[in-house]
């Protein structure tokens, strides 16, 4: 039996807290894409292909062909950030696109002015701006929120939205009091609680507005209780967290290969430099917490020292970023590990990634905001662990652990969206081939 899923009528539009680098390359991406100025080279949904029963049965449509997912002409933009710059202007600041190229995008991407934001400099250090929301409590900033989300929906004549968190990193802060029920978070809402980040404000206006909402920032957001089971009860379909581009996409490929051959692990270094905004703001101890949580999370669960003691226990991991702003988006990630194989003889693999941030990031957006859109017209609620394949830090449910295997991932993305549509799920034993 497949699941009902509703058609994709009419515009989605797509919600951007952050109208930065990764939300405007993303944005201009998908304008360049229509006029036929580029290809969405990086994006599962656009370029992706999904095996349909036996190999012998040669049925290999495309993912968007397979299912009803909103096209590219659908989309329309929008966002918040704490500065006024229009998504032309915005791109071009951040100069990860040519700007011949933005010149041809100008007319339409000077139309998406970002909405006043919600921001409380105590959880973003190093960067502030004029363009925010000042009046009243977080519950009323929380109603401002939704009151934006209306009036963008009216005035773009779409049917529905998706909110994706595209901002800086905020500080590493654990679950408290006031993030365990949906009224204690309310509760601290009306009374300005310092434990409730400028992110959660947007993930309970997403949710209490029936929007999806998926985070691509480390920080704690959605993944508290009270905000789980509010998506829950309203039936709202969300994701995250922190989007898996550079260093860590790396550590997933290479990580799984180890395991795979039995190889031990005694030391992986990894550094960082980059330029842009996102660097500036790590440069912030507080902010630069949250990111390294879930960079460090990553080899501890694919490696499973407990259960490979003699080749992982004595790991030694190490991840630093540093802000270099002559490099601007071009990330440099450079990782040593040292490996050891037959009877304890060490060697070295020396990864020196040379990346563009926002060129990986940007299709992982495009895909979010439409496999989360394909969610909620499937009825599909809450924590969507099959999109794990996008994230460093993938949300599950309370009391599971996350699988970052990024082959795993992935054939947890496909199995589900052939569980979607009725079909067989793929177990690779191939053992029919040969009775």
């Known amino acids: 039996m497949s699941l009902k899923i509703n058609p994709a009528k009419g515009k989605l539009g797509i919600l951007m807290p952050g109208m930065g680098a990764v939300a405007t390359t993303f944005m ?55 500065f006024e710059d229009n998504a032309y202007e915005a791109a071009a600041n951040a100069r990860v696109l040519k700007p011949e190229l933005l010149t041809k995008l100008k007319p339409s991407l000077s139309k998406v002015k970002p909405m006043k934001a919600v921001f409380d400099k105590n959880y973003v250090k190093r960067i502030d701006g004029p363009n925010v929301k000042t009046k009243g409590t ?25 909110m994706i968190w595209c901002g800086s990193t905020e ?44 985070n691509g920032a480390p920080n704690l957001t959605h993944d508290i209780p009270a905000l789980l089971d ?9 994701c995250g967290k922190d989007f898996k581009t550079g260093q860590t996409y790396m550590k997933t490929l290479i990580a799984p290969g180890l395991k795979a051959r039995m190889l031990g692990c005694s030391g992986w270094f990894s550094t960082n430099i980059l330029g842009n905004r996102d660097g500036e703001v790590l440069e912030d101890p507080g902010s630069f917490k949250s990111k390294e949580e879930t960079k460090l999370s990553v080899l501890d669960q694919i490696l499973q020292p407990n259960l490979y003691p003699d080749l992982y226990k004595d790991l030694f991991h190490s991840v630093k970023i540093n802000y270099y702003p002559p490099r601007g ?84 993305l496909k199995n589900t969206l052939r569980w979607m549509r009725g079909e067989d799920l793929i177990t690779h034993l191939g053992q029919e081939y040969y009775d």
């Open 28 to 82: 201009a991406g998908v304008e360049a894409v229509k006029k036929d100025l580029g290809a969405p080279v990086g994006s599962l949904t656009q370029l992706g292909t999904i095996r349909l029963g036996k190999r012998t049965d040669n049925r290999v449509p495309y993912i968007k062909d397979f299912l009803p997912l909103a096209s590219l002409n659908q989309l329309v933009f929008g966002g918040w950030d704490i």
């Open 138 to 162: 977080l519950a009323d900033k929380a109603e401002a929120l939704m009151d934006d989300m209306k009036s963008f929906k009216a005035t773009n004549k779409a049917d529905r939205l998706v």
């Open 230 to 238: 509010f998506a829950r009860d309203r039936e709202v379909p969300i």
């Open 171 to 214: 500080v590493f802060q654990k679950a408290s009091k006031v993030h365990q029920t949906l009224e204690a978070f309310e509760k601290g809402l009306a009374k300005n609680d310092p434990s409730i980040a400028p992110s959660m404000v947007y993930a309970y206006a997403a949710i209490k507005s029936g929007v999806p909402f998926a």
């Open 329 to 412: 988006d071009e990330k440099e990630g450079w990782d040593n590990i040292d490996i050891f194989g037959w009877l304890g003889y060490p060697m070295q693999i020396k990864i020196d990634f040379l990346c563009r941030d926002s060129i990986l990031a940007a299709p992982l957006v495009l895909d979010l905001v439409l496999f989360l859109d394909l969610a909620q017209r499937a009825g599909m609620k809450g924590v969507q662990e099959w999109l794990s394949f996008y994230f460093k830090g993938p949300m599950t449910a309370p009391g599971l652990y996350p699988e970052h295997d990024i082959f795993i991932q992935l054939m947890k």
